[in-house]
């Protein structure tokens, strides 16, 4: 299973951005997927999952109403809406996915073994 995150750019602030993750085989399959932000300095936050049995979304706090978690058609690509960005959205962005079979989104990063390469995100004030 591999991920691959993508969709990274600058932008000013109150602006959009639309983070895609790729998953190849099973990536998406019974697994819980989230998305994480790393700041300089900080340990990587969740930012919102999918969980792999309902596809029920959860959020942080800090992006709710913000962002939005959706797939495409055919269920290979997790995006994740980004509006109304601001200066602290800034940083590394991640999408992460849980072991087979382990399927309930939690907030903690060391949950999920499979990590995707980060994509970069610089808000603008």
């Known amino acids: 299973v591999q991920l691959q995150a993508s969709g990274g750019g600058s932008v000013q602030a109150e602006e959009s951005l639309r983070l895609s993750c790729r998953g190849s085989g099973s990536a998406f399959d019974t697994r819980a997927v989230s998305w994480f932000h790393q700041s300089p300095g900080k340990e990587r936050e969740f930012v919102a999952g999918e969980d792999g049995a309902n596809e029920s979304k959860s959020y942080a706090e800090t992006v709710k109403g913000r962002f939005r978690l959706y797939r495409d058609e055919n269920k290979e690509v997790l995006y994740l809406q980004m509006n109304r960005l601001r200066a602290e959205d800034t940083g590394l962005y991640y999408c992460?996915?849980?072991?087979?079979?382990?399927?309930?989104?939690?907030?903690?990063?060391?949950?999920?073994?499979?990590w995707g390469q980060g994509t970069q995100v610089t808000v603008s004030s």
């Open positions: 992460a996915a849980k072991s087979y079979l382990n399927v309930r989104v939690t907030p903690n990063a060391a949950d999920y073994p499979i």
